[in-house]
């Protein structure tokens, strides 16, 4: 499978990319060994996302799906955020080719993260099985 206009697109033209210098959660997930690693950045302002942002080291699929990530939980509350899905980010992008899956199930991993580093952060109650330890490369829960 070819990539689709929208996958060229956020890669050519990736939304989001930066740091947020005092972001209220910090997320980063991947492996050097793996070849990707995502960081995502959150500003949170009465339990919204008013702003995010994302460096990601990796592929085109890596950098399309941190894009989209992005683009899905800008403005929505820290439980929508909480529910995305790697699913969601790849029907976002009209598609991904199967060996590129992996990546957005990292973009959802990332978004978690940095929730769960935010949840920590505050000293919020959470579910810890709502999060992953952050080793994607060591994961065989891949399958979200």
Avoid: W
């Avoid at 989001?16 to 991947?30: K, M, P, R, S, W």
């Avoid at 989209?68 to 009209?94: F, P, R």
């Amino acid at each position: 499978m070819l990539y689709t206009e929208k996958v060229m697109d956020h890669f050519r033209n990736p939304r989001n990319v930066g740091e947020i210098e005092n972001a209220d959660g910090v997320g980063e997930v991947g492996n050097a060994k793996c070849g990707d690693i995502m960081k995502m950045y959150l500003k949170i302002e009465d339990n919204i996302i008013t702003d995010v942002k994302f460096e990601t080291f990796g592929c085109g699929s890596a950098i399309a799906t941190s894009s989209m990530a992005t683009e899905l939980i800008k403005g929505k509350s820290v439980d929508e955020a909480l529910n995305l899905t790697n699913q969601a980010v790849v029907e976002a992008l009209d598609g991904l080719p199967n060996h590129k899956i992996h990546c957005s199930v990292l973009a959802e991993e990332a978004v978690r993260a940095a929730i769960k580093d935010y949840y920590d952060k505050n000293h919020i109650d959470y579910d810890p099985d709502k999060f992953c330890n952050g080793d994607c490369c060591g994961c065989h829960a891949n399958e979200h």
